[in-house]
């Protein structure tokens, strides 16, 4: 339940959006209440493909300026998140007979560069054909005329970003609650007053608020639909599907941006997490987002495409570790080709018939900091308050920092492996410290959870005493991460649910209820071999 019954802002969804938004505005002052329907991170925000990028498509479409702010940000990215955010390799191979030539490549590749400027991450290299089957043997052959290679940025779990976000958002006095669904957003002559949501257990409840920001992602016609009056329909969205499978022969060294041959939209291959996620699609959607999933075609699609630049791959849906479809949060644009609908964000104003919300409508994972900025300086001034000013521009996540002493405490505790100590900093930068404490203040959490000795029980208790998370799947998904493994997180799942059990006070029946409930959340990842 909320702390306060009334807030100055009450922000709905926990996406990356939602998150940043609440950072930001707790830490110039505002009294925030942030309310997800699920647990936070756990919709669009981690079905993306995981890049923060540019958009070299979205310069084909013309959008310069979205191109210009999303270097910018990459650059802010990997410096304040450098835990989480890393540098990435991209190969782009032309072929003959192929929608886009040598010269248009060259002059993307410039025009990269060009706004890049000042914040490069090294320049692009054009290649020849023999340059480029040097670089990358499995790739192929016919028709090859050569190609690029540029430098990106990859997040390997937005998920910890969203947490991370919300954790300062926390340190900063906001009050964040996942399992909470605002079921609606009351206005009273035209102003809003504020919202009602229900919890877990089927709690009503209800808080004031003198604004309201929804940020729901492609639910965001959802929330509308909760007002007290007729609102506009804002969101067209578009499912882009991915699937993940292990090394396979002829592999990539560095991540691929391809045209696929079948329809010539351009699709990435991507070295990730151990493992390549290879994607994505983009079809109109008007379901519910919670029901997305891959189709049989999109699977088949990614399949193909994948095994035609890399011949010796011979992929099949057994290689398939996991697949999942997102719904991206666009703005309704009448008929318009899916791929030339606007990826820039749009802040709306309801003022005229429910003064004190907003709507956020798009944007990407790259751009969620100015967003959260553009937002906040909105609600300060629907406030009328004197709030600091944004505080956050350059300021570190928390996970950013004290990596070195991280680095020392785990060689001198010993507990995990050296595997182990890899995962635990590439999961929780310089948080990792906070792990070890745990574990060096409670003895019974000093021990591992599998065999190679990578994982933690204070990882466990962690996340459930200082990330928020209420049950086994938050965990093993958006926590410790190991969910993304080519197992799900299955091989350590029952481990981390004793530790879970006892930090959250599970009987046998709940812990069964809990190993059932992850279950069938993998049951949805998982692709049927027919
Ligand atoms: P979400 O993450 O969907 O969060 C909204 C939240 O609101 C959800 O958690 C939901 O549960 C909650 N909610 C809904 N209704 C309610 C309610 N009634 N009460 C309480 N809570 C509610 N961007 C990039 O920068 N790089 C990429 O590589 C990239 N790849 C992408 C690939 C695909 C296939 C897709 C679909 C998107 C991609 N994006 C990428 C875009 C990016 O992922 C999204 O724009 C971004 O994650 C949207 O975040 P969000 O917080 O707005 O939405």
Redesign the pocket.
């Known amino acids: 339940m909320a702390a306060s019954e009334a807030y100055d802002l009450v922000i709905?969804?926990?996406?990356?959006?939602?998150?940043?938004i609440a950072r930001d505005a707790a830490s110039r002052g505002i009294n925030v209440l942030l309310?997800?329907?699920?647990?936070?991170?756990?919709?669009?925000?981690?079905?993306?493909?995981?890049?923060?990028?540019g958009?070299l498509r979205y310069l084909e479409h013309g959008e310069l300026s979205l191109v210009y702010e999303?270097l910018q940000e990459r650059a802010r990215l990997l410096r304040t998140a450098r835990h989480l955010v890393h540098r990435i390799r991209i190969n782009v191979p032309i072929y003959t007979g192929g929608k886009r030539g040598m010269l248009l490549l060259r002059i993307g590749m410039l025009a990269y560069d060009l706004m890049s400027f000042g914040k490069p991450l090294g320049r692009h290299r054009m290649l020849d054909r023999r340059q480029f089957l040097a670089n990358e043997p499995g790739v192929a052959e016919d028709g090859l005329r050569g190609g690029a290679q540029y430098f990106d940025a990859q997040?390997t779990f937005?998920e910890r970003l969203?947490i991370e976000n919300l954790a300062a958002a926390r340190a900063y006095g906001a009050d964040v609650l996942n399992y909470?669904?605002?079921?609606g957003i009351d206005v009273d002559g035209a102003k809003v007053r504020g919202v009602r949501?229900t919890d877990e257990q089927g709690g009503e409840h209800e808080v004031a608020a003198r604004v309201v920001v929804n940020?729901?992602?492609?639910?965001?016609d959802?929330?509308l639909g909760?007002v007290n009056r007729p609102m506009p329909g804002l969101v067209g969205?578009?499912?882009?599907?991915?699937i993940v499978v292990g090394p396979f022969d002829g592999a990539p060294k560095d991540a691929f941006y391809v045209e696929a041959y079948i329809d010539t939209r351009p699709f990435?291959i991507i070295p990730w997490n151990g493992q390549y996620l290879i994607?994505?699609?983009?079809h109109r959607y008007r379901g519910d987002?919670?029901d997305a999933t891959p189709s049989e075609a999109e699977i088949d699609y990614l399949l193909a495409e994948t095994n035609r630049v890399f011949p010796r791959a011979n992929l099949t849906r057994r290689d398939i570790h996991f697949a999942y479809?997102?719904?991206?949060?666009l703005p309704r644009q009448g008929k318009k080709a899916e791929g030339a609908i606007t990826?820039r964000?749009i802040i709306r104003n309801h003022q005229r018939n429910a003064l004190g919300l907003l709507s956020?409508i798009?944007?990407?994972?790259?751009?969620?900091w100015s967003l959260a900025e553009q937002v906040t300086d909105r609600v300060v001034k629907m406030l009328g308050v004197r709030a600091k000013a944004c505080v956050t521009r350059q300021m570190f996540l928390p996970g950013a920092l004290g990596t070195t002493a991280a680095e020392q405490m785990l060689a001198e505790l010993g507990t995990v492996s050296e595997q182990g100590a890899d995962r635990l900093l590439e999961v929780y930068g310089g948080r990792t410290r906070r792990i070890l404490e745990l574990a060096w203040e409670e003895p019974h959490l000093d021990r591992t959870l599998d065999p190679a000795r990578t994982v933690l029980a204070s990882e466990v208790a962690f996340a459930v005493r200082h990330e928020f998370a209420r049950h086994l799947t938050d965990i093993v998904h958006r926590r410790t991460m190991l969910g993304l493994s080519p197992d799900l997180g299955e091989s350590v799942a029952e481990a981390v649910a004793d530790v879970a059990a006892g930090e959250l006070g599970w009987d046998a029946a709940t812990r069964a209820r809990e190993l059932e409930a992850l279950r069938a959340w993998n049951a949805r990842l998982r692709v049927p071999v027919s």
Not at 237 to 242: A, E, F, I, L, R
Not at 279 to 282: E, L, M, P, R, S
Not at 325 to 329: D, E, M
């Open positions: 709905i969804g926990g996406g990356i959006n939602g998150a940043g309310l997800e329907m699920n647990d936070f991170a756990s919709g669009t925000t981690s079905w993306s493909s995981r890049l923060i990028h958009g999303s997040v937005p969203v909470s669904r605002v079921t949501y940020a729901a992602g492609p639910w965001v959802h929330v909760t969205g578009t499912k882009g599907s991915h990435f994607g994505t699609t983009d987002p919670s479809a997102g719904v991206r949060p990826r964000h956020v798009g944007g990407k994972l790259t751009t969620y």
